[in-house]
């Protein structure tokens, strides 16, 4: 008789602030670019109910799961209820920037029916809630494409208002293409002067493929200060 | 407006790699300066000065010889520079060089519009260039002696060995190397700027993507 030992995923320490800036500091202009993109979104496509986004980026490194952390914290300051899904079963990172521990998730629901929701779910504000990926397993890409998977994720849809779904890189693996093939919605995440253009581009003609409706491009790591050009937008043509 | 972004890009792109390029200017000052100082020979000039035209004694002077002297001093320039001469003080001082690098080393002007000749030698060592500058002066006033059968040319002044070097000019050098260093980072920092493929503005996002852009993120701390 084997004694099962029950884990949770519980805070380790409280100086994790710094990168949910969205959390830290409401009123900073980085937060204000948050409230943009969360209205943006919003409006991007009117004729669809979007419930479950993808965010994902064409290269390692791009500040993907910060900005999907930051979103889902503005999305729960205006009464959404969100939920993020850790869907990096590679490298996922995610419960790092919550700030949580990686022992029971989205893995252990999928593969075993002793854990429930509720002991995997954290919520680390009002409204927002998170589910990590737990332990890794060893074929991602086809978990992430099983109907186990679309069908937690229908499940889940009647909980949360919106749902938003952390991938790898969509170009390093096939991941991403497989989850957006069937989730509402994808935002595609570019860091400035790191990611360059032709990947961005190969990882839109890639989601494109799988018929993923790109809503559209977050443009993250913006230089600030002086002299800096890249706040300057064209109106009209 | 148009213009207006030009100008504030091509800021940005030099003030963004302003630290390479203070390097790089820091660098090249400091070596030229270290090249001019301790690793360049310096070369010192010493000139001895003639005059066209004896000195009268008690007579008036003429106009007519001081016409005749100044057409001289064109002749008497050329004659000066040429291989005849150096070739004389070679043999004269038993010099170890070809006739060509001694007449490299001599320099022959007419100090402006007068009959006064200037015979100006560069060497390495300021004495020798005293000692050749008076040699070529000397043998140049027997030659004129053979080759025009005059003896009308005279030494105003013996060349003394000089203090300071004409080159190399340390400050100079340093200014033209700070200079160029300036102008190759500017030219490298717009180079790697046009080499840079990295999505960098909205402006990028519109015209390569074609997708929305759903909000621009500044960068932060904790990134």
């Given at each position: 008789?084997?004694?099962?030992?029950?884990?949770?995923?519980?805070?380790?320490?409280?100086?994790?602030?710094?990168?949910?800036?969205?959390?830290?500091?409401?009123?900073?202009?980085?937060?204000?670019?948050?409230?943009?993109?969360?209205?943006?979104?919003?409006?991007?496509?009117?004729?669809?109910?979007?419930?479950?986004?993808?965010?994902?980026?064409?290269?390692?490194?791009?500040?993907?799961?910060?900005?999907?952390?930051?979103?889902?914290v503005t999305m729960a300051m205006a009464g959404k209820r969100v939920l993020i899904l850790d869907a990096d079963?590679?490298?996922?990172?995610?419960?790092?920037?919550?700030?949580?521990?990686?022992?029971?998730?989205?893995?252990?629901?999928?593969?075993?029916?002793?854990?429930?929701?509720?002991?995997?779910?954290?919520?680390?504000?009002?409204?927002?809630?998170?589910?990590?990926?737990?332990?890794?397993?060893?074929?991602?890409?086809?978990?992430?494409?099983?109907?186990?998977?679309?069908?937690?994720?229908?499940?889940?849809?009647?909980?949360?208002?919106?749902?938003?779904?952390?991938?790898?890189?969509?170009?390093?693996?096939?991941?991403?293409?497989?989850?957006?093939?069937?989730?509402?919605?994808?935002?595609?995440?570019?860091?400035?002067?790191?990611?360059?253009?032709?990947?961005?581009?190969?990882?839109?003609?890639?989601?494109?493929?799988?018929?993923?409706?790109?809503?559209?491009?977050?443009?993250?790591?913006?230089?600030?200060?002086?002299?800096?050009?890249?706040?300057?937008?064209?109106?009209?043509? | 407006?148009?213009?207006?972004?030009?100008?504030?890009?091509?800021?940005?792109?030099?003030?963004?790699?302003?630290?390479?390029?203070?390097?790089?200017?820091?660098?090249?000052?400091?070596?030229?300066?270290?090249?001019?100082?301790?690793?360049?020979q310096p070369v010192y000039e010493s000139s001895a000065t003639l005059l066209v035209g004896k000195p009268t004694?008690?007579?008036?002077?003429?106009?007519?010889?001081?016409?005749?002297?100044?057409?001289?001093?064109?002749t008497y320039e050329e004659i000066a520079r040429s291989g005849v001469v150096a070739s004389a003080v070679i043999?004269?001082?038993?010099?170890?060089?070809?006739?060509?690098?001694?007449?490299?080393?001599?320099?022959?002007?007419?100090?402006?519009?007068?009959?006064?000749?200037?015979?100006?030698?560069?060497?390495?060592?300021?004495?020798?260039?005293?000692?050749?500058?008076?040699?070529?002066?000397?043998?140049?006033?027997?030659?004129?002696?053979?080759?025009?059968?005059?003896?009308?040319?005279?030494?105003?002044?013996?060349?003394?060995?000089?203090?300071?070097?004409?080159?190399?000019?340390?400050?100079?050098?340093?200014?033209?190397?700070?200079?160029?260093?300036?102008?190759?980072?500017?030219?490298?920092?717009?180079?790697?700027?046009?080499?840079?493929?990295?999505?960098?503005?909205?402006?990028?996002?519109?015209?390569?993507?074609?997708?929305?852009?759903?909000?621009?993120?500044?960068?932060?701390?904790?990134?």
């Amino acid at each position: 008789m084997k004694k099962k030992k029950r884990k949770t995923n519980t805070h380790a320490t409280d100086n994790y602030l710094d990168k949910l800036i969205t959390s830290k500091n409401a009123k900073s202009p980085v937060s204000e670019a948050f409230r943009t993109i969360r209205t943006n979104i919003e409006f991007s496509d009117i004729d669809k109910d979007k419930k479950t986004l993808l965010t994902t980026s064409a290269t390692q490194g791009e500040g993907k799961s910060v900005v999907t952390a930051n979103l889902g914290v503005t999305m729960a300051m205006a009464g959404k209820r969100v939920l993020i899904l850790d869907a990096d079963l590679r490298n996922p990172t995610m419960h790092k920037i919550f700030n949580v521990r990686n022992n029971v998730g989205i893995t252990n629901l999928l593969l075993n029916g002793s854990i429930s929701l509720e002991e995997t779910l954290v919520s680390p504000r009002p409204n927002l809630y998170f589910l990590p990926c737990g332990p890794l397993p060893p074929n991602p890409a086809e978990l992430l494409g099983s109907k186990k998977m679309r069908d937690f994720i229908t499940s889940l849809e009647e909980h949360f208002d919106i749902i938003l779904v952390d991938a790898p890189p969509a170009l390093a693996v096939t991941d991403a293409s497989v989850l957006a093939s069937y989730l509402d919605g994808v935002i595609l995440i570019a860091a400035s002067g790191q990611a360059p253009l032709e990947q961005v581009v190969a990882a839109k003609e890639q989601l494109l493929k799988v018929k993923a409706n790109i809503l559209g491009v977050v443009l993250n790591k913006v230089p600030q200060g002086n002299g800096s050009y890249y706040y300057h937008y064209h109106y009209g043509q | 407006m148009e213009q207006e972004i030009e100008i504030r890009e091509i800021v940005a792109i030099v003030s963004k790699r302003w630290k390479a390029i203070l390097a790089l200017f820091i660098f090249a000052v400091a070596t030229s300066l270290v090249a001019s100082l301790y690793f360049i020979q310096p070369v010192y000039e010493s000139s001895a000065t003639l005059l066209v035209g004896k000195p009268t004694e008690g007579t008036q002077v003429v106009i007519q010889d001081v016409q005749l002297n100044r057409q001289l001093v064109k002749t008497y320039e050329e004659i000066a520079r040429s291989g005849v001469v150096a070739s004389a003080v070679i043999q004269d001082l038993n010099l170890d060089m070809s006739v060509n690098q001694l007449r490299g080393m001599i320099n022959v002007r007419q100090v402006s519009d007068t009959e006064i000749i200037s015979i100006s030698v560069s060497d390495n060592s300021p004495d020798r260039a005293a000692f050749l500058a008076n040699s070529v002066a000397n043998t140049f006033i027997t030659k004129v002696g053979t080759i025009m059968n005059l003896d009308n040319v005279s030494i105003i002044d013996e060349a003394e060995p000089s203090t300071s070097a004409v080159s190399p000019r340390p400050n100079l050098n340093a200014a033209i190397a700070g200079v160029l260093a300036i102008m190759l980072g500017v030219f490298m920092a717009f180079a790697l700027e046009y080499m840079d493929n990295t999505i960098k503005t909205p402006k990028d996002v519109e015209q390569n993507l074609e997708l929305p852009l759903l909000g621009t993120i500044p960068f932060f701390e904790g990134e």
